[in-house]
């Protein structure tokens, strides 16, 4: 299996400190990409990093991978109580593998941050 | 450019009974993906679809699921003879193209009594 895995399953934090996941996956991947769902509700896109890129960053996310160690972390700085939410990373295969169309998810990691 | 569009948000069905999902892409975007989210767990993906065919079927199970992606119109997830198992969200999500980001639609709860 290629599935992500993701670490920690929870993570509980208080306002303004910073909150990281990270996400492990097994096989070679065209891109990675990390989700938001709120409660309830849909998933959201956050960030997209591919396979020849070591770092991104999008306001107060900053991304990572590291595709010797098959890896990404997923940082959100100065969190604020909206980031609670559930975050998922998702990965995509490479170019004409059987997996290239759909994405892989991880189970995510529940984040809350307390005001 | 509105999002990716689901109906209905919420669907109640009795066991036996056949629940049908539709789903409009992104404007422009030829590529749709189904995927179905359990309680507490991560979303699995079942089928991918481009314009009137299946490219990719591997997560959909073999009975009583149909997907299909007209020339006209949304796309469709048909389930039969539901059955409690089946309850879950079902998401769809559209891209451009296949390498490209994948936005997804607010789902549809199913409930199967």
């Known amino acids: 299996s290629q599935q992500g895995e993701e670490d920690p399953q929870a993570l509980s934090i208080q306002e303004g400190e910073n909150a990281t996941m990270n996400c492990s996956y097994k096989t070679s991947i065209n891109n990675l990409q990390w989700y938001r769902q709120n409660s309830g509700r849909g998933l959201v896109h956050l960030i997209l990093i591919r396979s020849n890129e070591r770092e991104k960053h999008s306001g107060r996310l900053r991304v990572t991978l590291d595709t010797s160690k098959k890896s990404s972390s997923l940082l959100i700085t100065a969190s604020r109580a909206a980031d609670t939410a559930s975050y998922f990373c998702a990965i995509r295969g490479l170019a004409g593998g059987t997996s290239y169309g759909k994405l892989t998810f991880g189970q995510g990691t529940i984040l809350t941050v307390h005001p | 450019n509105a999002g990716v569009m689901q109906n209905p948000r919420h669907l109640v069905r009795r066991r036996g009974q056949e629940a049908r999902l539709r789903c409009s892409p992104m404007k422009g975007h030829s590529h749709v993906y189904w995927y179905r989210q359990l309680p507490e767990e991560g979303l699995k993906f079942m089928v991918y679809l481009q ?16 997907a299909e992606f007209p020339k006209e119109g949304p796309s469709i997830l048909r389930i039969q003879q539901v059955v409690r198992g089946d309850s879950a969200a079902y998401f769809c999500a559209s891209s451009g193209q296949a390498e490209e980001t994948q936005y997804f639609g607010p789902g549809t709860r199913l409930l199967v009594l």
């Open chain 2, 51 to 66: 314009k009137e065919n299946i490219i990719d079927e591997s997560g959909m199970p073999k009975e009583r699921f149909s």
